[in-house]
């Protein structure tokens, strides 16, 4: 595989001094602040509460008053905390937010259209969900649809034409708010996937996100030359793009890159030094060459790190559990068994579907667990096997069936079912912390073109549920039998699965999701 070139440009020369509440010390971050920040002086804020206890006459400071008003005032009529923009009003929070590590993030695409942009959003809102960030994309083109509802052609997105112009900026405007919005609630990370090919529109958002609600902002622009890419992804829109549902394919296409000839008239790429006041990065050419700039905070770096590992060209991935085990047959989990006389037939069933598929550069991994690399062995292609693949561990409940594990360890059991993902076996582990061991997998995946998967129960679960956008409450309950191929075919809009089955018996090692009271009681 070639090497990727990286262009990093950071800014370290922005270090200010922030307001260390109850402390009032002055400090020095390197993490970048908001323009508005506070001084280390004793003046509150304009719309703070801690005026009433401040006393000249008795030289009662600003940080002793903010403690009295914290002490009086820490409970809100719910009984709950209160947070500190209840206590210090919006002046603070607008001047101090972005100090704080969970300061919601904007994420905002940038290019042309056939760029790669909604994939690249959804596919990065699917692994920052995975990884347990609270994220949601925002789609302008969605709101477009649901309000102009007729069929949109290459004249809709004329810039000359000030009708239509009007209907997209609100359209854009309606996104922008409802995310803000969003996250101002709950959320952890937006998408704001849309073309925002001017200057001006990113100063808007910019100015919107920053200034109004303090959040962080981080660009992600996709750029692209290579003639090859451009018409694989116009093609891929022709094919799964709600614009032209119905709509003959050749009138599809042409019309798809007469409105790309509309958007480049207006197009102003991020430059790194008018715009290197923003976070940004540029792909170049899906994934050939990366440029960074002034990167802020744990999510940014994630999404660099993500980014860096992705590409938008066609491939397919297959997932398969190994054959069925000797502890199978015995409804036994973990342990590491052969292979069944059934599993072995599935070894040489899987070695003649892969041949049929004739696959190019087919690598196939395996966990470290005999039982995955038996059910591989037949297969005529380079293998590697990977211990992040082993199954869940299931620490003293090794080697037991379900009926044992209710019987020896009841409260375990209970536990087990009220709250499957987070449990963790003792002296084991959960499927939240099988997700943050199959992380470096997902990342060599998104590096990887066509790859076959033999796996086992839990991993495969975890590896469906972040390409299927599932939740953490659902991943745990996925049912992937025995002796069945799943084929993975990611596009633009989500990811094709296809089931196949291989016709070769095996038990059932499903367990249904248990209907568990809100007032089950545990043994003590």
């Known amino acids: ?10 800014d370290l020369s922005a270090k200010k001094s922030f307001y260390m509440v109850g402390e009032g010390s002055s400090s020095s971050d390197e993490t970048e602040s908001s323009s508005a920040s506070v001084s280390s002086g004793t003046t509150p804020p304009a719309e ?3 005026h009433k206890y401040m006393d000249p006459d008795q030289n009662i400071s600003y940080k002793t008053a903010l403690r009295q008003d914290r002490s009086s005032n820490n409970k809100s009529s719910h009984g709950l905390d209160r947070s500190v923009s209840d206590i210090l009003g919006r002046t603070f929070i607008t001047a101090c937010r972005d100090k704080l590590v969970r300061t919601p993030t904007v994420i ?5 259209p056939a760029r790669g942009k909604t994939y ?13 960030v609270k994220t949601k994309v925002f789609n302008v083109g969605e709101y477009r649809r649901e309000t102009f509802h007729e069929y949109a052609s290459k004249e809709f997105f004329n810039p000359e034409n000030k009708e239509f112009a009007e209907i997209r900026n609100n359209c854009a405007k309606r996104a922008l708010e409802d995310m803000c919005s969003w996250l101002n609630n709950d959320g952890e990370v937006a998408i704001f996937d849309a073309t925002n090919t001017s200057r001006q529109r990113r100063e808007l958002i910019y100015d919107y996100c920053t200034k109004n609600y303090c959040f962080r902002l981080f660009f992600v622009e996709s750029i692209c030359d290579d003639p090859k890419v451009i018409e694989s992804n116009v093609k891929e829109v022709k094919i799964s793009s709600p614009d032209y549902k119905n ?18 008239m207006q197009y102003e790429p991020i430059d790194e030094t008018l715009d290197k006041k923003y976070s940004f990065i540029k792909i170049f050419n899906v994934g050939e060459r990366f440029l960074v700039n002034r990167v802020i905070g744990h999510i940014q770096s994630r999404v660099v790190y993500f980014l860096m590992n992705i590409h938008v060209l066609p491939r397919t991935i297959y997932l398969t559990r190994h054959g069925e085990s000797d502890l199978n047959l015995q409804q036994r989990i973990g342990g590491n068994p052969n292979l069944s006389p059934r599993g072995r037939m599935y070894s040489e069933k899987l070695a003649e579907f892969v041949k049929q598929e004739n696959l190019a550069d087919l690598v196939v991994w395996t966990s470290q667990m005999k039982r995955t690399i038996q059910t591989a062995s037949k297969i005529e292609a380079p293998k ?8 869940i561990y299931a620490g003293i409940c090794e080697e037991l069936t379900y009926e044992e594990i209710a019987t020896k360890y009841p409260d375990e059991f209970a536990m087990r079912d009220q709250d499957k993902y987070h449990y963790r076996y003792p002296n084991g582990e959960s499927y939240q912390d099988l ?8 990342m060599e995946l998104e590096r990887q073109e066509n790859v076959l998967v033999v796996c086992h129960q839990a991993v495969m679960r975890c590896i469906l549920a972040y390409y299927m956008n599932k939740t953490s409450d659902e991943l745990p309950y996925l049912e992937v039998p025995l002796h069945t191929v799943i084929k993975l075919s990611p596009t633009a809009y989500g990811c094709h699965v296809e089931e196949i089955k291989l016709n070769i018996e095996a038990v059932s090692t499903h367990r249904e999701r248990p209907k568990v009271s809100s007032n089950t009681k545990l043994n003590n």
């Open 48 to 50: 703070s509460n801690v």
């Open 435 to 442: 997700v943050q061991r199959l992380e470096p997998v997902i």
């Open 120 to 132: 690249i959003s959804r596919k990065l809102a699917r692994y920052l969900t995975w990884i347990g």
């Open 1 to 10: 595989m070639e090497s990727k070139i990286v262009e990093i440009k950071q």
């Open 108 to 112: 905002c695409m940038v290019g042309l």
């Open 384 to 391: 590697e096997q990977w211990k992040a693949l082993n199954e």
């Open 247 to 264: 709509v003959d394919s050749q009138l599809a296409v042409n019309d798809f890159l007469e409105r790309i000839r509309l958007y480049e």
